[in-house]
């Protein structure tokens, strides 16, 4: 990744934060810091990619269920699930 788009997306991002402080809005500036050594090494080197791709699979099988809790966690935070979760309780 170049430097100064890392560079910028980090700055961006604590400026953000410091602005807007919610568990939501920093787990959605993880994202793309999480998934693009996939991007690249789908890229660059695609054995390598497969191996993480596989890994990846592997451990939401494992523990999907701690995966699941964090998504649900992240879009209640971000008020997508707010009224689902009012309408489940009696």
């Not at 993480?52 to 995966?67: H, K, N, P, V, Y």
């Not at 879009?75 to 979760?85: I, Y």
Request: charged share 15%.
């Amino acid at each position: 990744m170049p430097e100064g788009v890392a560079w910028s997306w980090a700055v961006g991002s604590l400026v953000l934060l410091l602005r807007y402080p919610k568990k939501s809005l920093s787990m959605l500036l993880q994202v793309p810091v999480t998934f693009a050594p996939f991007y690249y090494a789908q890229k660059l080197a695609p054995e390598a990619f497969w191996e993480a791709a596989i890994w990846a699979f592997l451990m939401l099988l494992l523990d999907g269920r701690c995966f699941l809790g964090v998504v649900v966690g992240f879009m209640v935070d971000a008020g997508l699930l707010a009224s689902a979760r009012r309408e489940s309780r009696p």
